[in-house]
């Protein structure tokens, strides 16, 4: 009896849920399957002598978020209400033990993962995650002093520098990046005086300047990002690879598995630099499809907040929402030589382990979150 009633939960839960959106997560898990192979197989060959290595991996990490995101759309959403301070503690805690360098782990230059049984966990994935969660409970519960800086919007901008100053110890200026705007974006969206988030603005590019000078190597990048073709060889050699991988594509590409650029001159080719493959071998039709799929995806995380009755669940889908949205811009405003790089992967199309199921865990998430509407 208990099995039968599962079962018809688990079957109202697929039919209160945005099929569109669904539909969007599976075509981009089935173009990261393919692309992640295409892109890697030329490193996992001269890395591992072994050319499905990363693809073999991220069938795995694919089963496991596609596990998470059906555990997380059962999930009554009103647990990640409660959920959001151990969360954000949590966070904190593993981003802390990555800055020990006997429990860190080190890649090229970047202290980023915890080490668990052979297997790389990046904890500030999980942190975009739990300053949604922490911001759309702060912002339901204390609705009327947002308007105060002092009492409303100090608060949760302490919290959630503090956080990003951890993710800018490790070094990685694009996740801080994304976790900054994730909290102004929320803020707007719970009504923060637009005169308050313009003193925030104001404050923060002389603190993102402060950020770029003080380092070598942000400093390098951003020169580069200015001109690359002056140093193509050092400092602007990433996006130079990256520009002639998008030009070679054209309109229909070079062919999957064709890509050039990816025998070893885009650095990380299955990562940072994913769309760059996809625009070499399936040309601006290719990216075109890609971006509009995350535009429906966009769509459809507006459509759930917007019919959400509850402030909570509003700002949780639109923060979520923009988690993915925002991120995938910032990738492909990289690649295509837009913003400085950053090291930020393409949601759900990239390879890795904690992106890609923390991803899935937040759009089960977004499914709970419409299913609870259906619900009533």
């Known amino acids: 009896m208990a099995r039968r009633d599962r079962v018809s939960d688990w079957l109202a839960t697929i039919e209160a849920v945005d099929r569109p959106l669904v539909i969007v997560v599976a075509l981009l898990l089935v173009g990261s399957v393919v692309m992640v192979y295409s892109a890697s197989s030329a490193v996992a060959m001269e890395r591992y002598d072994d050319a499905g290595y990363f693809l073999k991996r991220q069938l795995l990490w694919v089963g496991v978020g596609v596990l998470a995101m059906a555990v997380t759309a059962q999930m009554n959403v009103w647990g990640w209400q409660r959920l959001a301070l151990p969360l954000l503690l949590l966070s904190a805690a593993l981003l802390a033990l990555v800055l020990l360098p006997s429990i860190g782990t080190t890649v090229n230059g970047a202290r980023r993962w915890l080490r668990l049984s052979g297997w790389s966990v990046q904890p500030s994935e999980l942190a975009k995650l739990a300053v949604i969660c922490y911001l759309a409970r702060y912002l339901a519960a204390h609705a009327d002093r947002i308007a105060e800086f002092r009492r409303g919007v100090l608060p949760p901008l302490i919290i959630c520098g503090a956080l990003v100053m951890l993710v800018l110890a490790e070094p990685d200026f694009g996740t801080a990046s994304v976790i900054a705007i994730l909290t102004l974006l929320l803020l707007f969206v719970g009504q923060v005086r637009l005169s308050h988030l313009g003193a925030l603005a104001l404050a923060a590019a ?42 070679r594509g054209g309109v229909g590409g070079l062919g999957l598995g064709e890509s050039r650029q990816k025998l070893f001159f885009l650095p990380e080719p299955h990562t940072d630099f994913i769309f760059s493959v996809i625009g070499e071998e399936l040309g601006l039709i ?24 509850e402030p909570f669940l509003r700002y949780l889908a639109v923060g979520i929402t923009a988690m993915i949205g925002v991120q995938a811009l910032l990738h492909m405003a990289v690649v295509i030589g837009l913003l400085p790089t950053k090291g930020l992967t393409l949601p759900l199309l990239s390879y890795g382990g904690s992106s890609l199921v923390v991803d899935l865990a937040a759009v089960g998430i977004l499914l709970a979150i419409c299913r609870q509407r259906a619900a009533g």
Request: net charge positive; charged share 10%.
């Open 206 to 247: 002389p603190a993102a300047a402060l950020l770029i000078a003080s380092s070598p190597y942000r400093r390098q990048r951003f020169l580069a990002f200015l001109n690359p073709w002056e140093n193509a060889q050092t400092s602007g050699f990433q996006i130079v690879q990256s520009l002639l991988a998008m030009g």
């Open 286 to 309: 290719g990216t075109v499809v890609v971006l509009a799929l995350f535009l429906v995806f966009f769509w459809r995380g507006l459509v759930i907040a917007q019919r959400a009755e």
